[in-house]
């Protein structure tokens, strides 16, 4: 068999060999993992607690705020009504019917308030006696037949801004004040 000239081994030389490179993967314990999650989930709660808050108020609210007007009318009608069918002879049955259906008006409104929003509920004013800077109560059927007709045309401008079941209430009411107007208190 033939040898193979062996060859010599390369000279040393003089510099330094590399030191070896530690790994830069971060090790962490179940506690640093735990006390991460826990402080996201604090910021998180945190930041979804704030963007909650100042929102502007809710579409309950705006809609029950929008019945109001209409739960003080029928509340002012109904006393109304009533204080004139002891002086309007000729119109008294009218005038206590006038004043039953207004009072129902205004206890459905009140109703639908309150369940939309209780806090606005509390701004209905039930006794219009009660009320300061009103205007003053009509004296005259004739008086009395204009006031519900705005309280009518009110409740029917309500009605075409809402949707739903408030629309459909706030409808029916004006349709009920329009026929008060025009069959009971008939001139």
Do not use: W
């Not at 962490?28 to 993992?33: E, I, L």
């Not at 402080?39 to 979804?48: D, L, N």
């Not at 401008?157 to 408030?166: Q, R, S």
């Amino acid at each position: 068999m033939p040898t193979l000239p062996m060859r010599a081994a390369p000279p040393m030389r003089d510099t330094p060999r590399p030191t070896p490179v530690l790994s830069t993967r971060l090790v962490m314990s179940r506690r640093s993992v735990i006390r991460g999650a826990l402080a996201a989930s604090a910021v998180a709660v945190t930041a979804g607690s704030l963007a909650a808050c100042d929102s502007g108020p809710s579409a309950e609210q705006l809609t029950a705020e929008a019945l109001v007007p209409l739960a003080d009318a029928a509340h002012a009608d109904a006393a109304t009504a009533l204080a004139l069918s002891a002086t309007d002879t000729d119109y008294a049955a009218a005038l206590k019917i006038v004043a039953d259906q207004r009072t129902t008006h205004g206890q459905v409104l009140t109703e639908e308030i309150t369940r939309l929003h209780q806090d606005t509920a509390k701004q209905i004013v039930t006794d219009p006696s009660t009320q300061n800077g009103g205007t003053a109560a009509p004296s005259s059927v004739d008086e009395f037949r204009t006031r519900l007709t705005e309280s009518g045309r009110a409740a029917g401008k309500v009605a075409l801004g809402e949707h739903g079941y408030v629309a459909g209430l706030a409808g029916s009411i004006s349709a009920s004040v329009a026929s008060i107007v025009e069959v009971a208190l008939a001139a």
